[in-house]
Each structure stands twice: as C-alpha cells, then as structure tokens.
C-alpha cells in the first residue's frame, strides 16, 4: 500500500473493549490505514469472560497485523483501574505516544431486559449495567489522557448506539440502557471541554444496526447469510458490519480538519456521506435516518434510498 492508502502509518491507538463487535471492526480499519492498534479486552485465549463467547482479543489483534496495521493484545478489565494504569504505561514505554484512543467498552448486552421498569429491573444488572459502561470509560480517560495530550492532534471516540438527537426524543429499551447510552455522547462533550485547549478531538459514534457476533447468532445467520434474518425482521435489511462504523473512525483519525466535529454526536452513516467510504459490500447504510423515517413510522421494510 502507499502512504496515501496507509494515512495512520506511525500512528498508534488504543481500541478499549476490542473484543468482538464494533470494536473490533474499529481495530481493523485503523490497522488497515497503517496504525499501530492496542486492542483490550477480558475474553483471551486462556480466559473467557461472562460472555462465554470465542472471540478473543488475540483473534483481533491479529486481524489488525493481516488489515496491514500492527496488532497488540493486552487483556485488560477498564474496571480495574491498576490494570489499566499499567496498560498506558506499557503504551508510554513502547511508543512514547496515543494518537486515538476509542471507548468502546460496554458488555452488557445479556444484561439487557426491554421495556421493564426500573422497581421490576435486577438492581445488580442494572448497576452492573452502567458501571461496564460508564465507569470504564472514566477509568480509562483519567489514566489514557496524559499520553493522549503528550503532543497535539489526538482523537477521542466514544462509542455509543443511537445519535444525540434520536437518544433525545426516545427512550431507549429501560432506564439502565437509556442512561447507559446517552452518557457516552455527554462524555464526549466533556472530553471536547477538557482535551480541546491541549490540541485534540474528540467526539462520540454510533454505528447503526450492527451486524455484530451476537446480534448474528441471535438471528441464527452468519455474515454471509445475513439477509436470511430479514424474513423474521424485515428491517433489518438496513443492518451494516462493524467494519463500516470502523472506516467511519479511520476517516475521522485521518482528517487533519477533524476538529470540526468537536463535541458532536455523529453516525457511521452519516459519516459515509461526509468522507466517502463503503461498507464491505459497497453501501452505505443510513441507518438513523431509516429508523426514523421507515422503521419508527411504522412503513414497510424498503431501504430503497437508505444504502
């Protein structure tokens, strides 16, 4: 590749909470613009989390190295805050430097009940809930900023599901989940507030309906079959890989003008109209704008002008 196809070469980035899903589609595509990609995680190949699934981070960094970038595996609990002190100093030790960091961290999808109230909801799974959500998020800027600032031009991603403005007007599933993602997008006001006088970015994502391991297995159907789940849920014909919402952050990380988003809620989709990029089959789904128009309105599947 040249150094126009390889716009992160010499950059480095850390991917919290690379495991599976978007996070490892992030992973990816930063790799496959040339960074170097610190991938974290509690799943290795020695040790599954709760999950219980078999996706490791192992597996992605090494799909970060074949992307054509640099992949780096360090199991990590963002829980923990020594783990994650001694996770940025290996990064200071090694490189000197962050250029990216992405806050993906969440894990709480089998902690998820829809349309409970919050008196009938598991206090111990809502709580848990927020602390895999918003706590790890904490821990990990209070130890990544310092290297993150160490010279100007970083940037900030933090991951979410649904944009400021439809988060804003929708409740989402119950009060744990709602709160869980509406804090990423505040988070990343707060982080422009803070990070912006010392020369970074940074601003929070959502990718649209994902195509992720679990949302797969749910549906029974594999990548490569996908559109099969479209018989028991027609709009998920809509639905994007997690490499999509990982070219929406390459394209951000290799804006010299990304300053422009500062603070802003944005979307993979709408990202793809700014910066050009496809997902993996040459599309681009707009996802937030077909919930909105087609889904909520309660219209028929049609992405017809959506992809």
């Given at each position: 590749?040249t150094?126009?196809?390889r716009?992160?070469?010499g950059r480095?980035a850390?991917?919290a909470?690379?495991?599976?899903?978007?996070?490892r589609?992030i992973?990816v595509?930063l790799?496959?613009?040339?960074?170097?990609v610190?991938?974290?995680?509690r799943t290795?190949r020695d040790?599954?989390?709760?999950?219980d699934r078999?996706?490791?981070i192992?597996?992605t960094a090494?799909l970060?190295?074949?992307?054509?970038g640099t992949?780096?595996?360090?199991?990590?609990d963002?829980l923990?805050p020594?783990q994650?002190e001694?996770l940025?100093?290996r990064?200071d030790a090694?490189?000197?430097?962050?250029d990216?960091l992405v806050?993906?961290?969440?894990g709480g999808?089998?902690?998820t009940?829809?349309?409970?109230?919050v008196w009938?909801y598991?206090?111990?799974?809502?709580?848990?809930?927020l602390?895999?959500a918003?706590?790890t998020?904490?821990?990990t800027a209070?130890y990544?900023?310092?290297?993150l600032?160490?010279?100007?031009g970083g940037?900030?991603?933090?991951?979410?599901d649904g944009?400021?403005?439809?988060n804003?007007?929708?409740?989402?599933?119950?009060a744990y989940?709602d709160?869980a993602?509406?804090?990423?997008?505040?988070?990343?006001?707060?982080w422009a507030h803070?990070?912006?006088?010392?020369?970074?970015?940074a601003?929070?994502?959502t990718?649209?309906w994902?195509?992720?391991e679990?949302?797969?297995?749910e549906?029974?159907?594999?990548e490569?079959?996908?559109?099969d789940a479209?018989?028991?849920e027609?709009?998920?014909?809509?639905s994007?890989?997690?490499r999509f919402?990982?070219r929406?952050?390459a394209?951000?990380?290799?804006d010299?003008?990304?300053?422009?988003?500062?603070?802003?809620?944005?979307?993979s989709?709408g990202?793809?109209?700014e910066?050009?990029?496809?997902d993996?089959?040459?599309?681009?789904?707009?996802?937030?704008?077909y919930v909105?128009?087609?889904q909520?309105a309660?219209k028929p599947?049609d992405?017809t002008?959506y992809?």
């Amino acid at each position: 590749m040249t150094g126009t196809e390889r716009p992160l070469a010499g950059r480095v980035a850390l991917v919290a909470g690379a495991t599976r899903g978007a996070g490892r589609g992030i992973a990816v595509e930063l790799g496959a613009a040339g960074a170097t990609v610190y991938v974290t995680g509690r799943t290795t190949r020695d040790r599954r989390s709760e999950y219980d699934r078999p996706e490791t981070i192992e597996d992605t960094a090494d799909l970060v190295t074949a992307a054509g970038g640099t992949g780096i595996a360090v199991p990590t609990d963002h829980l923990v805050p020594e783990q994650v002190e001694r996770l940025v100093a290996r990064m200071d030790a090694e490189q000197g430097h962050l250029d990216v960091l992405v806050n993906d961290i969440w894990g709480g999808e089998y902690l998820t009940e829809w349309d409970k109230p919050v008196w009938e909801y598991s206090l111990t799974d809502g709580l848990r809930m927020l602390r895999l959500a918003i706590d790890t998020h904490l821990v990990t800027a209070h130890y990544a900023f310092p290297l993150l600032i160490k010279r100007p031009g970083g940037l900030v991603v933090e991951v979410t599901d649904g944009t400021a403005e439809y988060n804003a007007d929708h409740y989402r599933l119950n009060a744990y989940y709602d709160l869980a993602k509406i804090s990423p997008i505040r988070l990343a006001r707060s982080w422009a507030h803070e990070l912006g006088p010392h020369g970074a970015t940074a601003v929070a994502i959502t990718p649209g309906w994902l195509r992720s391991e679990i949302m797969l297995h749910e549906y029974g159907v594999t990548e490569e079959n996908w559109r099969d789940a479209c018989v028991k849920e027609p709009h998920f014909a809509i639905s994007e890989t997690p490499r999509f919402v990982g070219r929406a952050v390459a394209a951000l990380a290799a804006d010299e003008q990304r300053d422009r988003w500062q603070g802003q809620s944005l979307s993979s989709g709408g990202l793809a109209k700014e910066y050009g990029f496809t997902d993996l089959d040459g599309s681009r789904p707009d996802a937030w704008r077909y919930v909105v128009e087609v889904q909520d309105a309660g219209k028929p599947a049609d992405v017809t002008g959506y992809r």
